[in-house]
């Protein structure tokens, strides 16, 4: 069983910078890839970025690329996205997610292990 905590989230002017990280319990974090999506209101769940278990490969969303940056530590059980430049379209509920499998994947199906999220809110 996976836990998942997410923080950082908050209150932003628009072009300002946050911070996001996930800790997860067990001592499994570093075989499992992991993801972090968003939702706002009324939309569905969204994917923004994906980091294989050795840190090695990367995904991003289009709208997120060059803004984004997901990393991980594997000592400490930690994966974080730091996000500059951010938008009133990135305001969102923010959420940590984990997958057993390798493949750095978009898909929330295949995400099996989920954080209770962190509110992020750009004002314009």
């Known amino acids: 069983q996976v836990q998942l905590v997410e923080s950082g989230g908050g209150l932003v002017q628009a072009g300002g910078s946050l911070r996001l990280s996930c800790t997860s319990s067990?001592?499994?974090?570093?075989?499992?890839?992991m993801g972090w999506f968003r939702q706002a209101p009324g939309k569905e769940r969204e994917f923004v970025a994906a980091?294989?278990?050795?840190?090695?490969?990367?995904y991003y969303a289009d709208s997120v690329k060059g803004r984004f940056t997901i990393s991980r530590d594997n000592a400490k059980n930690t994966v974080d996205l730091q996000m500059n430049s951010l938008k009133p379209e990135d305001t969102a509920v923010y959420y940590c997610a984990a997958r057993r499998s390798s493949g750095v994947v978009s898909s929330i199906y295949e995400y099996r292990y989920w954080g209770q999220g962190t509110q992020v809110t750009v004002s314009s």
């Open positions: 067990g001592r499994t974090f570093s075989t499992y890839t």
């Open positions: 980091i294989s278990w050795s840190g090695g490969t990367t």
